[in-house]
T-cell receptor
Framework: DGGITQSPKYLFRKEGQNVTLSCEQN?????MYWYRQDPGQGLRLIYY???????QKGDIAEGYSVSREKKESFPLTVTSAQKNPTAFYLC??????????????FGEGSRLTVL | AQSVTQLGSHVSVSEGALVLLRCNYS??????LFWYVQYPNQGLQLLLK??????LVKGINGFEAEFKKSETSFHLTKPSAHMSDAAEYFC???????????FGTGTKLQVIP
């Protein structure tokens, strides 16, 4: 089955540590996205990528980094510079590259808790 | 920039009653509008999408939404609520040259037996 796989589903981190969230898709989609979800705030865009080796900052990129070395993969690193990293993180993909209709396909999410 | 506003962070309905979840978009007509549903601790799933082909859009699970330009609205409705409809619902709009999707703050639907 085609889809998006996020791992780990739950992650605990000590303050000052970097952590990387994995996102892999086998939908052959060009575009990939990372959103952060907090109660009452909806989804906020962290980073997005329309093509391999290229990505753009979203609305809340500070304290996060990404890479897009392969079409299938778009890992997100939450750095120690992120002041309030405890949240639910969602990865998504879409057709992209001029074919985009806006429909996003989401993974199951990763819940990060900073202890 | 495009934006959407969802009125009411929590809505409660009785099982079998009408479901109405409200969404208003910013003044310029967006190319696409969406409703997504999220069940606890899961990702989002597309319910329906407006693409200007028709103002009344039918989605999955008996939901539909009507695009009203005069009211800048895209409200989600379902004639009869089911217990399985309890979830959080997000209205969304595409912007940025079709590259970015912006979400509303969400409405949690509670269905009372």
């Amino acid at each position: 089955d085609g889809g998006i796989t996020q791992s780990p589903k739950y992650l605990f981190r000590k303050e000052g540590q970097n952590v990387t969230l994995s996102c892999e898709q086998n939908l052959n989609h060009d575009a990939m996205y990372w959103y952060r979800q907090d109660p009452g705030q909806g989804l906020r865009l962290i980073y997005y990528s329309q093509i391999v080796n290229d990505f753009q900052k979203g609305d809340i990129a500070e304290g996060y980094s990404v890479s897009r070395e392969k079409k299938e993969s778009f890992p997100l690193t939450v750095t120690s510079a992120q002041k309030n990293p405890t949240a639910f993180y969602l990865c998504a993909s879409s057709l992209g590259q001029g074919r985009n209709t806006g429909e996003l396909f989401f993974g199951e999410g990763s819940r990060l808790t900073v202890l | 920039a495009q934006s959407v506003t969802q009125l009411g962070s929590h809505v409660s309905v009785s099982e079998g009653a009408l479901v109405l979840l409200r969404c208003n978009y910013s003044s310029s007509v967006p190319p696409y509008l969406f409703w997504y549903v999220q069940y606890p601790n899961q990702g989002l799933q597309l319910l329906l999408k407006y693409t200007s082909a028709a103002t009344l859009v039918k989605g999955i699970n008996g939901f539909e939404a009507e695009f009203k330009k005069s009211e800048t609205s895209f409200h989600l409705t379902k004639p009869s609520a089911h217990m399985s409809d309890a979830a959080e619902y997000f209205c969304a709009v595409i912007e940025g040259g079709y590259q970015k999707v912006t979400f509303g703050t969400g409405t949690k639907l509670q269905v009372i037996p």
